[in-house]
């Protein structure tokens, strides 16, 4: 039966109405519904598609309580019950018991009030407040004499409260109720000689369906003579009492008069129909009638007491008062901050405005102790913009950049408007998340690297080092070479880098004298999405080292040819008869050359200039002389250590080869016929080219009559063939100079048999700074004296021919 009723009083329950001005919600429900059951749906009410709700992140929020009674499913927007609904525990003896909810939606925030109307169900069955009434009545009371009993108390309110009384039929006493007092009616006298004592049975019915009853004992004694009963003062008395009153404050008195003597008159008095709550609050004095604080009051948990007194005399009459105390509010509560969702972390790159997290201020206080005003701190790049009702959005005010600053600590203060007002605050940990938006960084422009030739492969030239200041996989940096061509091949035939170090690394050994320079470009990146890099330059310098040996081009190495130089009789002290030429591949102090005589046929004839290699006569040269002189010459170069090469320079002194009858000592054994012929051909190139250049000069004579005429030709003895393009000309260093000049006046030619006369310009040679250019020589020969270039010409015609005369005799001999 009880379920069929309940049943029946939760189909009962309906939508009251729906405020589209405030965004209001109202909903009817029974008290007791079970866990789960629905009350309405939301998401139609509001006109709002049911996906919508998880989207938005909905939620409900008690409104001035952190306990919610009613929950939403977001899967389909249905309002259901969250947790036990007892009215009684909630609003007491209100007839009116409203539950309010809000209802939260973000992204965009939109805000409802959800107002629940609790309504009564009856489960609760009218209680007595003690389970045996006593009451005494004298003998003497006339009929119709009427006594006030204590009514029945049920919990429940409207027609579930207690609706009516029924008292069991009896002989002496008749029930008179309304709504203020319930009476028993004395409707025949009392005889306490026929009887002391009378039980009667009261029953107390409420309007419920089904309806429920309580009853109590009333026992009569009968006594003689106590026909006043006490009488209040007041019928209501009321007072105000502020929430932060301090215990044994005394809230009000209340006073009742007995008109009897004595004991008939002797009033007390005491609390009736009161839980054991507010028996924790509030003390009666039992003799004075003095209500007493004796627990801590809050008007944010009730803001008002309704407490009813009794006042009794010695011999049992008694009457009823009601005292109503008022709690006002004072400023004892800070606001409470709520941080109701937060994106956390931030990506650095987020606009500014943009909003991060929503919070949620309350104050229990009312008036304008409720009334708060919520900011942060000045130093950081957010900022709170108030929106609707008691809820701030969390904003960004400027560009973030985690590298800079990765993590704020936000800090929230909320202050009332109260007197004093009162602040709370709360702290927010906010982290920005990083992007990769900043490059490798070379921690300088550009890179030297130093490295010595004929390295091993696989030595460390130098280390190159990027900083990202993003985090983690976008801070990771990694090195590698770019593309790209030394010398025609790839730059990774000669140089590799360590991806994680950046220490780069030789492939190969490296040779100075086909390399001394060359740049790498150097690539870090980082291992963002998308990635970024930078490049750098390496420039990589490969110094000398002393691994060549001097290289003697003049006079030709032995076995290759046999070269013999003339120096005449009458040369002087200090002529310059010949000189040593000499290169080295190496640099620097390496290709330094100096010049030694290390054996001669006369070690006090001929000296050697020390860096220039020229042979001179130390003193004029004597018949005492020997003919042929020897002269073994070392060139060493400067580096550590130092290398060296020597050649053998062979001098003959005479005036003119026909002097020398030698000749046949010095020449190599070969076929007369093959020297014959080259002799042969060689005069008749000699003249053919004699002839021809008689020709030219006779023209360029007759072109340039006025022009000055050289008396010396400048040419270098060396052919051309000698000098390799790879050496440079170094002054004082060994190699080829052109401070003095010689001329050749004739060669024997051939790899059999080299004679060479060398005639010394030191007399008449320019300074070293007018040396003749390679182009000037040229011109200075065509200018030259024809006269000068016959006599040359003639003699060398004159020496082939006696040289073939004397080889024609030799053969006879033979």
Same mark, same amino acid.
């Given at each position: 039966?009880?379920?069929?009723?309940?049943?029946?009083?939760?189909?009962?329950?309906?939508?009251?109405?729906?405020?589209?001005?405030?965004?209001?919600?109202?909903?009817?429900?029974?008290?007791?519904?079970?866990?789960?059951?629905?009350?309405?749906?939301?998401?139609?009410?509001?006109?709002?598609?049911?996906?919508?709700?998880?989207?938005?992140?909905?939620?409900?929020?008690?409104?001035?309580?952190?306990?919610?009674?009613?929950?939403?499913?977001?899967?389909?927007?249905?309002?259901?019950?969250?947790?036990?609904?007892?009215?009684?525990?909630?609003?007491?003896?209100?007839?009116?018991?409203?539950?309010?909810?809000?209802?939260?939606?973000?992204?965009?925030?939109?805000?409802?009030?959800?107002?629940?109307?609790?309504?009564?169900?009856?489960?609760?069955?009218?209680?007595?407040?003690?389970?045996?009434?006593?009451?005494?009545?004298?003998?003497?009371?006339?009929?119709?004499?009427?006594?006030?009993?204590?009514?029945?108390?049920?919990?429940?309110?409207?027609?579930?409260?207690? &609706?009516?009384?029924?008292?069991?039929?009896?002989?002496?006493?008749?029930?008179?109720?309304?709504?203020?007092?319930?009476?028993?009616?004395?409707?025949?006298?009392?005889?306490?000689?026929? &009887?002391?004592?009378?039980?009667?049975?009261?029953?107390?019915?409420?309007?419920?369906?089904?309806?429920?009853?309580?009853?109590?004992?009333?026992?009569?004694?009968?006594?003689?003579?106590?026909?006043?009963?006490?009488?209040?003062?007041?019928?209501?008395?009321?007072?105000?009492?502020?929430?932060?009153?301090?215990?044994?404050?005394?809230?009000?008195?209340?006073?009742?008069?007995?008109?009897?003597?004595?004991?008939?008159?002797?009033?007390?008095?005491?609390?009736?129909?009161?839980?054991?709550?507010?028996?924790?609050?509030?003390?009666?004095?039992?003799?004075?009638?003095?209500?007493?604080?004796?627990?801590?009051?809050?008007?944010?948990?009730?803001?008002?007491?309704?407490?009813?007194?009794?006042?009794?005399?010695?011999?049992?009459?008694?009457?009823?008062?009601? %005292?109503?105390?008022?709690?006002?509010? %004072?400023?004892?509560?800070?606001? %409470?901050?709520?941080?109701?969702?937060?994106?956390?972390?931030?990506?650095?790159?987020?606009?500014?405005?943009?909003?991060?997290? %929503?919070?949620?201020?309350?104050?229990?206080?009312?008036?304008?102790?409720?009334?708060?005003?919520?900011?942060?701190?000045?130093?950081?790049?957010?900022?709170?913009?108030?929106?609707?009702?008691?809820?701030?959005?969390?904003?960004?005010?400027?560009?973030?950049?985690?590298?800079?600053?990765?993590?704020?600590?936000?800090?929230?203060?909320?202050?009332?408007?109260?007197?004093? #007002?009162?602040?709370?605050?709360?702290?927010?940990?906010?982290?920005?998340?990083?992007?990769?938006?900043?490059?490798?960084?070379?921690?300088? &422009?550009?890179?030297?690297?130093?490295?010595?030739?004929?390295?091993?492969?696989?030595?460390?030239?130098?280390?190159?080092?990027?900083?990202?200041?993003?985090?983690?996989?976008?801070?990771?940096?990694?090195?590698?070479?770019?593309?790209?061509?030394?010398?025609?091949?790839?730059?990774?035939?000669?140089?590799?880098?360590?991806?994680?170090?950046?220490?780069?690394?030789?492939?190969?050994?490296?040779?100075?004298?086909?390399?001394?320079?060359?740049?790498?470009?150097?690539?870090?990146?980082?291992?963002?999405?998308?990635? $970024?890099?930078?490049?750098?330059?390496?420039?990589?310098? @490969?110094?000398?080292?002393?691994?060549?040996?001097?290289?003697?081009?003049?006079?030709?190495?032995?076995?290759?040819?046999?070269?013999?130089?003339?120096?005449?009789?009458?040369?002087?002290?200090?002529?310059?008869?010949?000189?040593?030429?000499?290169?080295?591949?190496?640099?620097?102090?390496?290709?330094?050359?100096?010049?030694?005589?290390?054996?001669?046929?006369? #070690?006090?004839?001929?000296?050697?200039?020390? *860096?220039?290699?020229?042979?001179?006569?130390?003193?004029?040269?004597?018949?005492?002389?020997?003919?042929?002189?020897?002269?073994?010459?070392?060139?060493?170069?400067?580096?550590?250590?130092? $290398?060296?090469?020597?050649?053998?320079?062979?001098?003959?002194?005479?005036?003119?080869?026909?002097?020398?009858?030698?000749?046949?000592?010095?020449?190599?054994?070969?076929?007369?016929?093959? $020297?014959?012929?080259?002799?042969?051909?060689?005069?008749?190139?000699?003249?053919?080219?004699?002839?021809?250049?008689?020709?030219?000069? $006779?023209?360029?004579?007759?072109?340039?009559?006025?022009?000055?005429?050289?008396?010396?030709?400048?040419?270098?003895?060396?052919?051309?063939?000698?000098?390799?393009?790879?050496?440079?000309?170094?002054?004082?260093?060994?190699?080829?100079?052109?401070?003095?000049?010689?001329?050749?006046?004739?060669?024997?030619?051939?790899?059999?048999?080299?004679?060479?006369?060398?005639?010394?310009?030191?007399?008449?040679?320019?300074?070293?700074?007018?040396?003749?250019?390679?182009?000037?020589?040229?011109?200075?020969?065509?200018?030259?004296?024809?006269?000068?270039?016959?006599? *040359?010409?003639?003699?060398? @015609?004159?020496?082939?021919?006696?040289?073939?005369?004397?080889?024609?005799? *030799?053969?006879?001999?033979?």
């Amino acid at each position: 039966m009880e379920s069929k009723v309940i049943l029946l009083q939760t189909c009962g329950f309906i939508l009251l109405y729906f405020d589209a001005a405030y965004g209001d919600l109202s909903y009817s429900l029974p008290e007791e519904m079970k866990r789960g059951s629905v009350v309405g749906n939301l998401a139609k009410d509001l006109g709002l598609e049911t996906g919508a709700l998880s989207k938005r992140r909905t939620r409900i929020d008690a409104e001035g309580t952190d306990k919610r009674f009613c929950d939403i499913n977001l899967s389909n927007g249905e309002l259901i019950v969250a947790d036990r609904i007892d009215r009684e525990g909630l609003c007491g003896e209100k007839a009116s018991c409203v539950l309010k909810h809000e209802l939260v939606l973000e992204n965009p925030l939109e805000l409802h009030r959800i107002t629940l109307h609790v309504q009564d169900i009856n489960d609760n069955s009218p209680q007595f407040n003690e389970e045996l009434i006593n009451i005494e009545i004298r003998e003497s009371a006339i009929k119709g004499a009427r006594f006030v009993i204590e009514d029945a108390h049920d919990a429940d309110v409207g027609k579930n409260s207690v &609706q009516q009384y029924n008292l069991k039929k009896n002989d002496h006493f008749i029930l008179a109720a309304n709504e203020n007092t319930i009476e028993l009616v004395l409707d025949k006298e009392l005889d306490r000689e026929n &009887q002391q004592e009378i039980n009667l049975l009261l029953t107390a019915l409420d309007g419920g369906s089904p309806q429920r009853s309580g009853t109590v004992v009333i026992h009569v004694t009968v006594l003689d003579a106590n026909d006043n009963a006490p009488v209040f003062s007041q019928a209501v008395y009321k007072a105000s009492l502020p929430e932060n009153s301090p215990l044994d404050t005394v809230v009000v008195t209340v006073n009742a008069a007995d008109a009897d003597e004595g004991v008939n008159g002797d009033v007390t008095y005491e609390f009736v129909h009161v839980s054991e709550d507010l028996k924790k609050v509030f003390s009666v004095n039992r003799k004075l009638g003095e209500i007493k604080l004796i627990g801590a009051v809050d008007y944010e948990s009730t803001s008002s007491f309704e407490i009813r007194v009794k006042a009794k005399d010695g011999l049992g009459l008694s009457s009823y008062s009601k %005292v109503i105390i008022s709690v006002t509010d %004072v400023n004892d509560n800070a606001p %409470v901050i709520n941080l109701k969702s937060l994106t956390n972390p931030v990506p650095e790159n987020v606009s500014p405005g943009t909003e991060v997290g %929503v919070v949620n201020v309350q104050d229990r206080d009312s008036g304008n102790n409720r009334q708060v005003r919520c900011s942060i701190q000045q130093n950081v790049p957010f900022k709170l913009v108030p929106s609707i009702k008691n809820y701030y959005s969390l904003v960004t005010t400027g560009q973030l950049d985690r590298e800079v600053v990765s993590d704020y600590n936000i800090t929230i203060t909320a202050t009332d408007e109260g007197s004093p #007002p009162l602040s709370s605050s709360k702290s927010v940990q906010l982290s920005v998340a990083d992007i990769n938006d900043n490059p490798p960084v070379f921690e300088e &422009q550009s890179y030297s690297a130093y490295v010595s030739e004929n390295n091993k492969p696989g030595s460390t030239l130098c280390s190159v080092t990027a900083r990202d200041p993003d985090w983690r996989q976008n801070g990771t940096v990694i090195y590698s070479v770019l593309a790209g061509e030394v010398n025609g091949a790839p730059v990774s035939s000669y140089v590799s880098v360590n991806g994680d170090t950046g220490v780069i690394h030789a492939v190969r050994s490296f040779d100075h004298e086909q390399l001394r320079s060359f740049k790498v470009h150097v690539t870090a990146r980082d291992n963002g999405s998308p990635p $970024l890099s930078s490049n750098v330059t390496v420039s990589v310098f @490969i110094s000398d080292v002393n691994d060549n040996c001097p290289q003697i081009l003049y006079p030709a190495p032995e076995g290759s040819s046999f070269m013999t130089e003339l120096v005449p009789k009458a040369a002087n002290g200090g002529s310059v008869v010949s000189k040593v030429i000499a290169v080295d591949a190496d640099s620097g102090q390496n290709a330094w050359l100096s010049y030694h005589i290390v054996k001669s046929t006369d #070690p006090g004839l001929f000296t050697i200039g020390l *860096h220039n290699g020229e042979i001179r006569t130390q003193r004029d040269i004597s018949e005492s002389d020997g003919m042929k002189q020897n002269l073994i010459v070392s060139v060493k170069d400067n580096g550590q250590p130092s $290398l060296s090469a020597t050649c053998s320079m062979y001098l003959l002194i005479s005036d003119n080869l026909a002097e020398v009858p030698e000749l046949k000592d010095i020449s190599y054994e070969e076929k007369d016929s093959k $020297l014959t012929s080259y002799l042969i051909i060689a005069l008749v190139c000699v003249s053919t080219f004699f002839l021809t250049f008689i020709i030219i000069i $006779l023209g360029v004579r007759f072109c340039h009559r006025r022009k000055p005429r050289l008396l010396f030709d400048g040419a270098v003895a060396i052919p051309g063939a000698y000098l390799p393009p790879n050496y440079a000309d170094v002054d004082g260093t060994g190699t080829l100079r052109s401070a003095y000049n010689y001329d050749a006046y004739l060669t024997t030619g051939s790899r059999t048999s080299d004679f060479k006369f060398v005639t010394s310009y030191n007399d008449n040679t320019l300074p070293a700074d007018q040396t003749l250019r390679k182009t000037q020589l040229t011109d200075n020969r065509n200018n030259t004296d024809h006269f000068g270039l016959l006599q *040359h010409d003639q003699e060398a @015609i004159l020496f082939l021919y006696s040289s073939l005369d004397r080889l024609m005799k *030799h053969k006879s001999k033979n």
